[in-house]
Every structure is written in structure tokens, then in C-alpha cells.
């Protein structure tokens, strides 16, 4: 079955950088699109990144755009994500999700448990 | 960006009843639109996408429709493991959003 397992969370100070990893098993990870969805404490859900299946193309929301970078090792099974110059605001528990079809559709059909990230000083 | 707003916020019914939740665009997303439900310390987990089709293992109960702006999502009768909180999400019109969620709690 599938599954995703997400690590890397912790307390990190504003300015500060942190690196998450998702580590997939049960599918074919390599012809999936992936993503990074967000939620902060209490909160809704946010989009955060995707990569394409083959890690050629990334898009992110805005209010993570040029500080944060998703990757993906296909020998590895793994996502990445990359948070540089965290801010308070930042503060959520991340989730990663594979997508429903192998062509991307924005659909976020399974997903792991999630790591959280508190950006405090 | 197209706001989607889910009402109501909190709905009160007991097992065995029908729950009816509703998700309006604010602009139109044609079908393009998914549900999720979400119990306590749990991740999200897909129930329909493209308005109407139920994701894989999904029961039957769980039923989707709509297009445009104007969405539901019926659970046609509530067993106990459906309380939690419900989203709805569009691809419809980037940046892809979620409502604010629909809580549904055990009466």
C-alpha cells in the first residue's frame, strides 16, 4: 500500500533553515507528480510546491516562492523540501501527497502524517 | 484568487442521518473541484475529485455534485467515523485553494 513518511520537523528560529524528506513505498514514485501541502496550527489547509514526476519542473504558492525549493531523489524514493529564511508564519504542520494520476492534476490523493515546524525565537 | 467558502461552518447531526455540505466558488471552477475529510490528528484524506467521482475505497455513501460555483458533498448516512472536518480544494484556476473547512460533530 502506499505510503509516505515524512521527518525533518522541529523548532527552528526565524532567518533559520530546515530541510524536510518524504520517504515513499507502494507506488511506482518515480512517474508521480508530488507535493508539499501545508497547515498551520488550529488552521486550513495550503498548497505549498510541486515537482514534476521526473523533478523538471517546480511551481510554488507565493508566499513560499524563492525560499523554499522542493526536489526529489527517484533512486531514493524521496521528496524534499527546502526552507530557507523561515518565518513565524511558516509555522504548520507539513504534509507531503502524492498526486491521483500520473499525469498531474493537482489532486492530492494520498497522504503522509506530517512533520511539524514551529519558527520561534 | 477564487475564495472558497464552505458552509456552514459547524453541522450538528447524530449517526444515521443524512449530512449535506456545501462549497461555493467564488468564481467559477467548472468541475474541477475535490473533497477531503480530516479526523482529529489525522492527515487529510480524499473522498471525491472533478466534483463527482469518488476516490479509490471511498464507500458509496460519500457522493459529490455540482459545477461551476456552487458544490455539495452528501454523506447519506453519517457513521460514526465520518466526524471530523471536511475541505473542499480547487484546480480549477490557479493558485488552487481550499475552503476553510466544514466541521462536522456528533450531535
Known amino acids: 500500500q502506499v505510503r509516505l513518511v515524512e521527518s525533518g520537523g522541529g523548532v527552528v528560529q526565524p532567518g533559520r533553515s530546515l530541510r524536510l524528506s518524504c520517504a515513499a513505498s507502494?507506488?511506482?514514485?518515480?512517474?508521480?507528480?508530488m507535493h508539499w501541502v501545508r497547515q498551520a496550527p488550529g488552521k486550513g489547509l495550503e498548497w505549498v510546491a510541486i515537482i514534476s514526476s521526473e523533478g523538471t519542473n517546480e511551481y510554488y504558492a507565493d508566499s513560499v516562492k524563492g525560499r523554499f525549493t522542493i526536489s526529489r531523489d527517484n533512486s531514493k524514493n524521496t521528496l524534499y523540501l527546502q526552507m530557507n529564511n523561515l518565518r513565524t508564519e511558516d509555522t504548520a504542520v507539513y504534509y507531503c501527497a502524492k498526486d491521483l494520476l500520473t499525469t498531474v492534476t493537482y489532486y492530492f490523493h494520498y497522504w503522509g502524517q506530517g512533520t511539524l515546524i514551529t519558527v520561534s525565537s | 484568487e477564487i475564495v472558497l467558502t464552505q458552509s456552514p461552518a459547524t453541522l450538528s447531526l447524530s449517526p444515521g442521518e443524512r449530512a449535506t455540505l456545501s462549497c461555493r466558488a467564488s468564481?467559477?471552477?467548472?468541475?474541477?473541484l475535490a473533497w477531503y475529510q480530516q479526523t482529529p490528528g489525522q492527515a487529510p484524506r480524499l473522498l471525491i475529485y472533478d466534483a463527482s467521482n469518488r476516490a479509490t475505497g471511498i464507500p458509496a455513501r460519500f457522493s459529490g455534485s455540482g459545477a461551476g460555483t456552487d458544490f455539495t458533498l452528501t454523506i447519506s448516512s453519517l457513521e460514526p467515523e465520518d466526524f471530523g472536518v471536511y475541505y473542499c480544494?480547487?484546480?480549477?484556476?490557479?493558485?488552487?485553494?481550499f475552503g476553510q473547512g466544514t466541521k462536522l460533530e456528533i450531535k
Open positions: 468564481q467559477s471552477v467548472i468541475t474541477y
Open positions: 507502494g507506488f511506482t514514485f518515480s512517474t508521480y507528480g
Open positions: 480544494q480547487q484546480r480549477g484556476s490557479w493558485p488552487y485553494t
